[in-house]
Nanobody
Framework: QVQLVESGGGLVQAGGSLRLSCEAS????????MNWYRQAPGKQRELVAG???????NYEDSVKGRFTISRDNAKNTVYLQMNSVKPEDTAVYYC???????????????WGQGTLVTVSS
């Protein structure tokens, strides 16, 4: 079994910064891609940023230049550094990862419980 636990959400003023963390724990053999998604009220969940096991990154257009995704493979942790935040960044942020369990034969897609980020204007 594997679990993703996010932390770091909260209330921040527009223009400020916030750092989200997501740690994977459990009987993990390997983790492939790790991603951050977000879902604002009344909107669909969208991919914000992703990072491969090799460190290749991709970003949603509206966060390019403001958000940075990184990971520590030794800690099975992915981070999202959010700078110059805007009110439209307000959402529940979810961590997502493709995980291979010890003794497993297929990759599993695992989600965290989400952490709320609120940006005040």
């Amino acid at each position: 079994q594997v679990q993703l636990v996010e932390s770091g959400g909260g209330l921040v003023q527009a223009g400020g910064s916030l750092r989200l963390s997501c740690e994977a724990s459990g009987s993990i053999f390997s983790i492939n891609a790790m991603n951050w998604y977000r879902q604002a009220p009344g909107k669909q969940r969208e991919l914000v940023a992703g990072i491969t096991s090799g460190g290749r990154t991709n970003y949603e257009d509206s966060v390019k230049g403001r958000f940075t995704i990184s990971r520590d493979n030794a800690k099975n942790t992915v981070y999202l550094q959010m700078n110059s935040v805007k009110p439209e960044d307000t959402a529940v942020y979810y961590c997502n990862a493709q995980v291979l369990l010890l003794g497993g034969v297929r990759w599993l897609e695992v989600w965290g419980q989400g952490t709320l980020v609120t940006v005040s204007s």
